[in-house]
């Protein structure tokens, strides 16, 4: 088990009234600060002091130089060493977008380049980019040569289709978003938030994209706002949902694969073979909870029966995927860094007969990019083709491993938002050709009959050119192998056979059925290709060696590791033996709780592959650290100490809340004014009711804070919290989890005023207000007392 555990970023993260804290992991000790600070705290330092897209590297460095990272509360230097149980936090004091929440406070300051119009007057900020362009002279030189590779050379639709894309390319498409249907707060929640925040003349749905069973909005984008104080808050109200895990900023075209994929059912095995920075994936997580709820399992307790393994070859880059699927449901997921084009077989520990394979597979390979200019307008300024040759061949063994992979009748999707066919139709031909589809074992399924019929796709191309290396300079391409050079055929970028649309001879395949998006597709679109991949329900991968047999468990199951743990667990939370039998425990101390698939996985009898990463996986519940008793216990829970250090996740608090004892001691239902104050406080006093709680006078305890608020039945909001030795209770959530959760609070009943005490919380949170408790304070609640002081 341990030689599959890669680097894990975030595999325990809270956050404090100080700010986002991460448990340096065992596989991270020994690590310089700076540079774990750079990985476990990514999407927060991208976005620092008002900077979209922010130097990671750099905005760490600048964090340390600044004290604004504490190691178990002390300022350390980056060059610090790190030791595995440490806490690092960092201050969110500079941090953060200004004013995040739109609704108090300084506004996010958008700098650089527009990739996205989010202001009507965006007009001004791209004439300033022209007039940057115009600047250099390489630029044009880019820009020219685009215009004729497509234009010209290479013409990948009519002249007057190209004639509309180039009126486009150099126009951001506005902010476009996607709704997680499976939300546990629930997708009209959402939307009433998204027309609060926006308003409806700004919220413009995607009429093309539709959702079995939804009749609500499933994705929209954001029309330009009328300034840029109103564009800042519409992006921080987004922000904040993307937060909490009830949207994925995600542009339109990179939808179409999981649309292309469904139906995706809670009990298919599903893998992402190319997954970071993880939309498409939380994409294929949401359709897998939500098909559960197309057979009336509404329950927020039922969780998948399948598998998503969601891979990248970056375990940096696949950490970025766990911090945007870990905000919604995800008990099916397992995050991997592997190779894709080497990904290992997996096996079933149940299923001796042959490795895993897959009912749905996504390919959405690296590419060049080419179709993404228009929110990235500094790649038209750089644009070569030496990028399409030079991934071409990665491209073909990604997709023959994900072919190798597929189970008889399942379905992969082969994806890029590039233009050039070399990225696109000729990858898909060499690969149909050398995996089966000559012998009947694999079909080409038309593109355009699997998505709504009002989004128009171009067809495939059948016929495209190969260009030279040095198109730029020399304007040429190659209709086929015989016209190559034979300089070309070797040396740092050659040219391969794969490359031409008469590799495998005359064979015709269908490659009109695949699919292409262009900017002239509908409004707002981009570059896209599709192309749907099904095997014969008889026909067996090809290469398929003799069994071997499963191997190892690939996670290790919480009973078996920790049998003492799962007792207190029992006693803590009131888990049922079924509940604890679905728990899976990392080696830095994750809970974790696991669908049947993912609790199934083995290793083939050879081990895991060396060099390789498990990172994480199911939806993260408690984190546990042990701890050695002072002195003999008595059987059972005992009172005022425990054997365990626990500490509740809140991505992960509302499935406890579901699989857990309504009636455990560690679950605390407070009203809506006491829960409004303590989501501005994150402190709550000593309180009578928790002092016969365990753990009372001893160490912290986990406590899970509850909240129904009324007229609103099924909802439910859960905080995870701890309580000190003094009894005391602190809120761990995000900030934005916090804000969300008053928000969802409305003004509710209570004395005259109470919608103005609301609104006087979101001060207190926006001003980071700081707690104090004093007795003769005036303005009580059930005896939380609150003051104004800053810190």
Known sequence: FAEGIGRVYGAMDFETAAGPCVVVGRSEHGSRLQHFVQGAFREDLGRADGVMHQNTRLAAQAACEKKRVLVDGHVKQGRAVLCAGEVVTLLKQGFGLKGNTGKAGNQTELVGRPRMLTVESSGVALESCEAQRGQRAEDA????????????????????????????????????????LASALGPAHTEAALHAALGSGRLQPLAWM?????????AFHVAPAASKEAASAGLAALSQLAATGEVVLQECGSMLPALCLAPVLHHHF??????????????????????????????????????LVANDVKPERAA?????????????????????????????????????????????????????????????????PRGALRNHSTQLAVLRRGLALLRPGGRLVYSTCSLDPVENEAVV??????????????????????????????????????????????????????????????????????????????????????????????????????????RCHEALPQGVTAPTGPGLPLLRRMRQAEPEACEELAVLFGLSAERLDELLLSEDGLVSLASPGLRRLCWGV????????????????????????????????????????????????????????????????????????????????????????????????????????????????????????AGRLEILGSQDMLERYLELLGPGPGPPGSEAERQELFTLMQDGASTAFKPDDERTCDGLYLCTEKK
């Open 429 to 534: 031909r060499a690969a149909l050709l050398q995996e089966g589809f000559d012998a009947g074992e694999l079909s080409l399924l038309d593109v355009a009959s699997l998505l709504p019929k009002d989004l128009r796709l171009l067809p495939g191309l059948e016929s495209w050119r190969v260009p030279d290396p040095n198109f730029c300079e020399n304007r040429r391409v190659f209709k086929g192998p015989g016209e190559v050079p034979l300089e070309l055929w070797s040396g740092d970028l050659p040219l391969l056979p794969s490359m031409f649309d008469n590799f495998g001879g005359a064979l015709a395949l269908p490659l009109r059925r695949c699919g292409r998006l262009l900017p002239s597709s509908g409004p707002h679109c981009g570059g896209f290709f599709v192309a749907v991949i099904q």
């Open 141 to 180: 030189k880019g820009k020219a040569a685009f215009a004729a590779y497509y234009g010209a050379a290479q013409p990948i639709c009519s002249p007057a289709e190209w004639h509309a894309c180039e009126a486009l390319w150099e126009h951001p498409v506005p902010v476009c978003a996607r709704l997680n």
């Open 606 to 725: 050879a081990g895991p592959p060396p060099g390789r990463s498990l990172l994480n996986f199911g939806t993260p519940l408690l984190h546990l650290r042990s701890e050695a008793r002072t002195e003999e216990e008595p059987s059972g829970l005992p009172r005022g100490s425990s054997r365990f250090r626990w500490r509740i996740c809140q991505e992960g608090s509302d499935m406890l809340a579901a699989v857990s004892d309504a009636a455990s001691p560690q679950r605390l239902l407070l009203g809506s004014v006491d829960f409004g104050r303590l989501l501005a406080a994150r402190l709550l006093p000593a309180r009578p009711e928790l002092e016969d709680m365990p753990g009372a006078g001893s160490a912290p305890m986990p406590m899970l804070i509850e909240h129904r608020p009324e007229g609103t039945p099924g909802l439910l909001l859960a905080l995870a919290a701890h309580k000190d030795a």
């Open 270 to 307: 599903v893998l992402d073979l190319c997954a970071a920075p993880g939309s498409k994936t939380c994409q294929l997580l949401d359709d897998m909870h939500c098909s559960l709820q197309s057979e009336g399992r509404h329950s927020h307790g039922d969780t998948p029966s399948g598998l």
């Open 320 to 384: 970025r995927i766990w911090s945007r699927a870990k905000n919604q449901p995800s008990s099916p997921l397992l995050v991997t860094a592997f190779d894709a084009a080497e990904f290992p077989d997996l096996w079933l520990e149940d299923c001796p007969s042959g490795p895993l394979l897959f009912d749905r597979i996504l390919a959405d390979v690296p590419c060049g990019s080419d179709g993404t200019i228009r929110k990235d307008p500094q790649r038209l300024e750089r644009w070569s």
């Open 210 to 218: 539709r959702r079995s069973g939804c009749e609500g909005l499933a």
